[in-house]
């Protein structure tokens, strides 16, 4: 399970399909509806930069735990879908007496994750576990708190995986789901070549295929996102939910354009089928360097998003 900071429309996330910022064990979202194999350092290379980018809003969340949970006395963190490890490493610096676990189901990512924090100068107190889940959920061990970003919705039954979770949990201990929020927005409404209003159309044609994926999950439960009544089902106690703002607008740095043309790219490969034939001509103008008003060159392209984290605390 990878965290993405790769998102669904509608569940808070954008699509590179990331961020993730996130991809349940052995489900790459947005990265495996399509039959083609994946390239995990172009794939590790985007989610870490995807992840940077939103850095200062998930700084912000594991800041806002601190204030829930006893900051020196949280000594057992596991950060369920951790990816290249990011955020890992943020809630490693919220949490100084802590072990932070970077849990995920991908070998690649953890190493990138290793190797974050080992630069980052946290290789003591961050560690890795390579766990397929939910079959692994119980073995994780115990934690004070437990941060899900963007993962729970690609485990198929989210109210049992949910109970599991409050079982690892301590007494007192706090779990934080990332699900929700908004899509992210790279455009205006009118960018002057095809039909306003393309990125609702990409949105509509992700939610559709979000909903094929979840569908298609092992065990899937077809359950509302109504999280507050699932972790009060889970035996849990809701402690508050907070969205944060990642917002960098025109103009933006060479990396936020390149995270862009790689989402659009991602976009036009992943779900070209599901498309409108003029969204796609106007796709491939966004994506060709050549043309003046693609994404390479555009002076109105911003990245504009938002995440919903949902926390809850046991006994």
């Not at 200062?56 to 900051?71: I, K, M, Q």
């Not at 107190?125 to 073995?139: D, K, Q, Y």
């Not at 360097?289 to 919903?308: G, I, Q, W, Y």
């Amino acid at each position: 399970m990878s965290q993405h900071r790769a998102s669904h429309p509608g569940h808070g996330q954008n699509h590179d399909h990331g961020q993730n910022h996130g991809h349940g064990p052995g489900h790459q979202p947005g990265h495996d509806h399509g039959s083609a194999p994946l390239d995990w350092n172009q794939l590790a290379s985007h989610l870490e930069r995807q992840a940077e980018i939103a850095s200062s809003a998930y700084a912000e969340a594991a800041a806002w735990l601190g204030t829930l949970a006893p900051v020196y006395g949280v000594r057992r963190v596991l950060d369920i879908g951790s990816g290249p490890g990011v955020v890992t490493g943020l809630l490693a610096e919220a949490f100084p007496a802590a072990e932070t676990v970077a849990v995920d189901g991908t070998p690649e990512l953890l190493a990138r994750a290793r190797d974050r924090a080992e630069a980052r100068g946290l290789g003591a107190r961050v560690s890795t576990l390579h766990a397929e889940l939910p079959e692994a959920i119980g073995s994780l061990g115990e934690a004070d708190l437990v941060w899900a970003g963007n993962s729970l919705h690609h485990i198929g039954d989210q109210r049992a995986a949910l109970a599991e979770f409050a079982g690892i949990l301590r007494p007192g201990g706090l779990i934080a789901l990332v699900e929700g929020g908004l899509p992210t927005r790279h455009l205006p409404w009118h960018i002057g070549i095809g039909r306003p209003g393309l990125e609702a159309r990409l949105d509509a044609a992700h939610a559709d295929s979000f909903g094929e994926m979840r569908a298609g999950l092992p065990g899937s439960v077809d359950e509302p996102d109504d999280w507050r009544a699932l972790l009060a089902s889970a035996g849990l106690t809701p402690a508050g939910t907070r969205t944060f703002l990642t917002d960098v607008p025109a103009p933006v740095s060479p990396v936020v354009r390149e995270l862009a043309v790689s989402h659009y790219q991602r976009l036009r490969e992943g779900f070209g089928d599901r498309i409108d034939p003029d969204d796609l001509t106007t796709l491939d103008r966004l994506l060709d360097p050549a043309d003046e008003r693609s994404l390479h060159h555009r002076t109105d392209l911003f990245h504009l998003t938002a995440r919903t984290v949902h926390t809850a605390r046991k006994g």
